[in-house]
């Protein structure tokens, strides 16, 4: 069974930052990050647990174990977006057609530079 350090070890390989590289990032010492991955099993206090998940693209319910939570809705993400959606919404079909074509092309291009 997966454990935490090795969930956590894993997620910081796939994103390719080395151990130090990833500890700056959040803001954490390279020896504190040694503990969360070492064998003692140390686990961060909740609001480095948050840094450490959000910086990895995942969720602290993985980290801690190993099972994704699913909202029903998770709109949170797209919040951002949302006056440009409006403006979107409005806009003639063959006005529409040519951004999304422009959108998808820059979104297949950004997902292969994650692989």
Avoid: C, W
């Avoid at 297949?108 to 994650?114: M, P, S």
Wanted: proline share 4%; no cysteine.
């Amino acid at each position: 069974m997966d454990s935490f350090p090795k969930r956590l070890r894993s997620e910081i390989e796939y994103i390719g930052l080395s151990q130090k590289e990833f500890a700056a990032k959040i803001g954490i010492k390279k020896r504190t990050l040694d503990t969360y991955l070492g064998l003692q099993q140390s686990m961060p206090p909740a609001d480095t647990a948050v840094k450490i998940a959000a910086a990895l693209g995942v969720s602290v319910e993985y980290l801690v174990t190993g099972k994704e939570y699913q909202h029903k809705t998770d709109i949170s993400k797209y919040l951002q977006f949302k006056d440009l959606l409006d403006d979107l919404a409005v806009l003639p079909e063959e006005t529409l057609n040519p951004i999304k074509a422009v959108v998808r092309a820059f979104a297949e291009e950004g997902r292969g530079k994650l692989k």
